[in-house]
């Protein structure tokens, strides 16, 4: 097996639609740029670009572009999880995928197995306050309940001075902390990626 056999699939949760910039983007793509020195490929969506319908179901009708997006996920090794902080919390798009993702808990394998379960997710974080650690703490627990399993390290973050109008995307260059941190987090989010499709989880005994 070789890296090249893994995808992955970055959401980012910015409530600026295209083709505004974006500093959630912009970290998320540089995450996507570093798995890709791995072999792996991969897509960013926007989800502020599409119509994800409100709900807890896979499909909740008629123009929900959910389901199509979770295509993606499912066909997807690895999921990253890219989103701003607004009032010490993750953005309410990035919220509302995760209640999308709560749906996964109906959907099982022959085995009795999440779906999810074997892929691997990560987290990134911009924003101009602190709680880059509570959102990823709150992003963590949400995507391990619906079965995804994270790798050592498996955030990356920028936080601004506070109160201060600097975005990540108006930097002038990437923080080397930054840069290393987010080069962890894909070395070992493959690293995991890889290990998991090799030698997948037993079937559930539920």
Known sequence: MTDSDLTALVLVGTLTPSPERSSSQLLGEQVLAELGKHGVSGTVVRLVDHDVKPG???????????PAIRQQ???????????????GQPSSV????????????????????????????????????????????ELFQALNDVGFSLAAGAVT???????????????????????STTATLAANTVHLARRLKAAPYPPSDG
């Open 73 to 87: 996920m499912l066909d997807a090794d690895i999921l990253v999880l890219s989103t701003p902080i607004w009032m």
């Open 56 to 66: 807890v179901q896979v499909d909740m009708g008629p123009g929900d572009a959910w």
């Open 94 to 137: 990035i919220k509302r995928a995760l209640e999308r993702l709560d749906g996964e808990l109906s959907e099982k394998d022959d085995e009795g197995g999440l779906l999810t379960y074997g892929k691997v997710a990560a987290v990134a974080v911009v924003g101009n306050e602190d709680g880059a650690h509570h959102v990823s703490a």
């Open 157 to 179: 973050y920028w936080v601004g001075e506070a109160m201060s109008g600097v975005d990540y995307q108006d930097l002038d260059e990437t923080p080397e902390m930054v840069a």
